[in-house]
């Protein structure tokens, strides 16, 4: 026990991607939503902590599934719930591609994609977005010749990360009707969006959509997303899919969730609102700022190289991400946080431009 005691403690003070936890540390790197779940979820989660956890959960998330195909005005058999959408993810590749077959995507988009493909032996087709990080036009992808029409999975960031650009539903229904795989719209972020996809996978029976309860819904900690689609895709994809992959208390709190929708809602325009105060703000300090549809700003920093704006910002305790890739090295990626946390932001800007 003498062992075992200070590695609970450690557990319980534990949060994640701050290692160790650092005072006054704003963490505006990881895209979680700055504040916590409804009330009603946080009580539902502590209500099932009980004699139930010595039991195995529902093993295909069914109350789940119903809930979320009443959302959705579909039927249970056009969802499957994953430990997170990364897991469905995983089982899209091994249920769809052949280990010698084509896994394709954009590029700059989801970092996770090509590993994915990797480990199951996939090829990669990463083809690159316009220079604004737009989605090139169906006449561009022909003549080009980059892109696989029969790639046997395309993989779509819609808003894209980590630009943040939106995508708009036409444009998104123009290129799925010109695949002859299957297609993932993968809509982490659609919450703050514009529009959505949702009706593709409705109407296209080789299109999935997929959704988190992680970064709109604030529960990163319990690992719950989904994919909307056709049945025989989705019968394809639970065929493969791993007993219990979902924990029962992330399904409470997944239910939970959209019992309090109304509470949501209300959260994400003050996300918004604060994402478009930042970016005005950002703009009149010199950033050249991308248009987002996202909880991120994607922003090319001025004076200095973006890799020193990151260290500068670090040392003023505030993490931000920046990828050292070609079509992304001279950018931040912000995380939009609490309105107090967009004003150290801010003021560490300012105070950085200031210093020299």
Known sequence: MKLVRPLVEKLHAYVPGEQPKIKGLIKLNTNENPYPPAP???????????????????????????????????????????????????????????????????????????????????????????????????????????????????????????????????????????????????????????????????????????????????????????????PTLITALDKIRDSYNVNGLGQIAALATLEALPHYRRNFKTIIATRERLAARLASLGFVVRPSQTNFLFTKPPRFPAGQWLERLRARKILVRWFDTPATRDYLRITIGTGAEADALLDAAGKILAAR
């Not at 700059?108 to 737009?134: E, K, M, T």
């Not at 006449?139 to 980059?146: D, I, P, Q, V, Y």
């Open 40 to 230: 009603s979820v946080i009580r539902a989660v502590k209500a099932a902590v009980d004699g139930r956890l010595r039991l195995y959960p529902n093993p295909s998330a069914q109350t789940l599934r119903e809930a979320l195909a009443q959302l959705h005005d579909c039927a249970p058999e056009n969802i499957i719930v994953g430990n997170g959408s990364d897991e469905l993810l995983a089982l899209a590749t091994r249920a769809f591609v052949e280990p010698s077959g084509v896994v394709q995507y954009f590029t700059p988009s989801y970092s996770l994609y090509p590993v994915l493909a990797n480990i199951h032996g996939a090829r990669c087709n990463a083809v690159p977005l316009r220079a604004d990080f737009g989605l090139p036009s169906l006449a561009e992808l022909r003549r080009e010749k980059k892109w696989d029409f029969g790639a046997a999975l395309t993989l779509i960031t819609t808003p894209n990360a980590p630009s943040g650009r939106g995508y708009s539903t036409d444009e998104l229904d123009t290129l799925c009707r010109a695949q002859r795989g299957v297609v993932v719209l993968d809509e982490a972020y659609v919450d703050f969006a514009e529009q959505h996809a949702l009706a593709l996978a409705m109407k296209h029976p080789h299109v999935l959509v997929a959704r988190t309860f992680s970064k709109a819904y604030s529960l990163c900690f319990q690992r719950v997303g989904y994919f909307v689609g056709h």
